[in-house]
Structures are given as C-alpha cells and as structure tokens.
C-alpha cells in the first residue's frame, strides 16, 4: 500500500465520507447503518478531522436523515464533535430546529464562506452528497477522504452523480483500518 503524508494545512474544506465498494454512500431509504456495522474502530483519518475541523457544512437531505435517525448533531462523529454547523437549504427551517444549527439559503459560495469564518482557521467538513457536487462544481473543496466498507449495497445514494464533472484527484494518502479501507485525494484546481 501506498502511504503519503497528508497535507496538514488548515483552512481546507473537506468532503468526508464512508462509501460502499459499489459507490454508494447510503443504503436504499438513505440507510448508513452498513457504517457501523463495518468499522469496530475510528480510522485514525477520522480522529484527525475530528480534531481538525472548525465547522460543518450540509445540505437539506443530510440534515433531515441526521435529525430523523442518527441522533441529529448527538451522532456527530459519534458525538466526539462539536462545533459550528451550517445547512444549506431552500426548504422552510423545521419550527424544532436545534438552534445551534444555522441555516443558508444562499449560494453554496455563501455556505462555504460562511462556514469557513466560523472554522477560524479550522477545516470545514461537508457533508451530503448534493453539498459536496455543488462545492466541487465551483471549486470550492479541496479534499475528499473516503472509507471504503466491504459491502455491496446495490442502491441508495451515489457518492457522485449526474452530469460529468471532469474533476481530477491526486491520492494523498491510503490506509486500512480493520476492514476499511481509507483513501485521501486532493482536488486538482
């Protein structure tokens, strides 16, 4: 296995995420218990982000499915996170809102921003698969890091779809953690 350093820098927006090996980041009904179910340890990529980020950024649908299964901000990195959180969306806010939780519906430049000047330094880490595609469609993410499971889910949410992006990655760094297999790549600007 190849291993590389990963770029220490701060400030960088990241997409992270747990992924099937057949590229699905949920289950069919939007489904993450396969995550559990296949890393009995934090990979030691992930204790880094925790430890690094500053804010968070999201969408509608990953807050929705947060609140609704996965103990809202509480299942968080396991609640091992706390900090800053922004979601972008077009939708209403929930009257049950959790206040700490600030709401954009701007461009996701906007989000971005905003939640890069909450960071203070700190990466912002994005989550939802739609945030993500919007933040690489304008340039705006410099990392992913990807767990891979050892599972075939045969349907649910794609870590990318839709149109062509002609995004190119550079591999930063690969690990294994128990049965998952971590991956970094660095967005090519």
Known sequence: MTNTAPDTTTDTVRWHIT???DGFIT??????????AHASRMPASAREVVR???ALLGGRGWYDVAMERYNG???VYGGGWRGPVFVMTNRPV??????????????????VAAARKAADGQDVVVFGANTARQCLE???????????APVLLG??????????LGVTLERVEVAETDQ???????VLK
Do not use: Y
Request: aromatic share 4%.
């Open 19 to 21: 992924m099937s090996l």
């Open 27 to 36: 289950g069919p009904d939007q489904s993450m218990d396969f995550v559990s």
């Open 52 to 54: 690094t980020t500053g």
């Open 73 to 75: 901000l509480d299942g």
């Open 94 to 111: 929930p009257g049950d809102a959790d206040p700490s939780i600030t709401f954009l519906s701007g461009t996701i430049a906007d989000g």
């Open 138 to 148: 304008a340039g705006l993410l410099d990392e992913i890091l990807v767990h891979i």
């Open 155 to 164: 349907d649910g949410v794609r870590l990318v779809s839709g149109p062509a």
């Open 180 to 186: 998952l297999t971590d991956l970094r790549f660095r």
